[in-house]
């Protein structure tokens, strides 16, 4: 039974299209987030929702839009998208400590 | 701003062959740091949290320490199947919920 899911795994498109990825969190938790790993691994928080409330907003374009309508579920839409999106997109889940995150597998995002 | 530095980025080692990799950190007010293994193509998973100097935790094969300035996973007669990227993160006290998270070591242990 996967704590947590997002779909999809992978996306490939073009410049200047919009694109959304799901996450569900079946695990109870109050807080979910966006992280985003890079090529060379690094993984930076984009945005934290603790019941439905935004809590973190890192330095994010706003062509990224959270929108969390409950506190299990947490999607991310990003408007016309550029190069430099292409990332893979994790969410997560916590719950007291934010740092013991339960991740999900990832979302592959390519633009081309 | 909190900053978190692993070492080495890479490590090859033979079955059995112990070591230990090193997370180096600079936070205001060390809230927790925090130890992951991510597997390719998977999400990381948690494996340790430590609050203060001193403190050491273990589970199966690795042990995480810290002190004032860095922590370490060390890692005992490795198998196959710890190899993986393992990534140190760290809360500080200036950001609510933030976690900082370092670039890795990528570990490969050969049978």
């Known amino acids: 039974d996967t704590a947590v899911s997002q779909t999809p795994k992978y996306l490939v498109t073009q410049m200047g299209n919009d694109k959304s990825i799901k996450c569900e969190q079946n695990?109870?938790?109050?807080?979910m987030y966006w992280y985003k790993q890079d090529s060379k691994k690094f993984l930076k928080i984009m945005f934290s929702?603790?019941?439905?409330?935004?809590?973190i907003n890192e330095t994010v374009p706003n062509r990224f839009s959270p929108k969390s309508p409950d506190k299990a579920h947490l999607n991310l839409h990003i408007n016309s998208l550029e190069l430099g999106d292409s990332a893979v997109y994790f969410c997560?889940?916590?719950?007291?400590?934010?740092?013991?995150?339960?991740f999900g597998e990832g979302s592959r995002l390519t633009v081309l | 701003e909190d900053q978190v530095t692993q070492s080495p980025e890479a490590l090859r080692l033979q079955e059995g062959e112990s070591s230990s990799l090193n997370c180096s950190y600079t936070?205001?007010?060390?809230?927790?740091l925090f130890w992951y293994r991510q597997d390719p193509g998977k999400g990381p998973e948690f494996l340790f949290t430590?609050?203060?100097a001193g403190e050491e935790k273990e589970k199966e094969r690795l042990k995480a320490t810290l002190t004032k300035k860095e922590s370490f996973l060390h890692i005992t007669a490795p198998k196959p199947e710890d190899s993986a990227t393992y990534l140190c993160?760290?809360?500080?006290?200036?950001?609510?919920?933030?976690?900082?998270f370092g670039t890795g070591t990528k570990l490969q242990v050969i049978p």
């Open positions: 997560a889940s916590s719950q007291g400590q934010p740092g013991e995150l339960f």
């Open positions: 695990l109870g938790h109050d807080t």
């Open positions: 929702y603790n019941n439905k409330e935004l809590i």
């Open positions: 936070v205001s007010g060390l809230r927790g």
């Open positions: 430590l609050y203060s």
């Open positions: 993160a760290v809360q500080g006290s200036g950001g609510y919920q933030k976690v900082t």
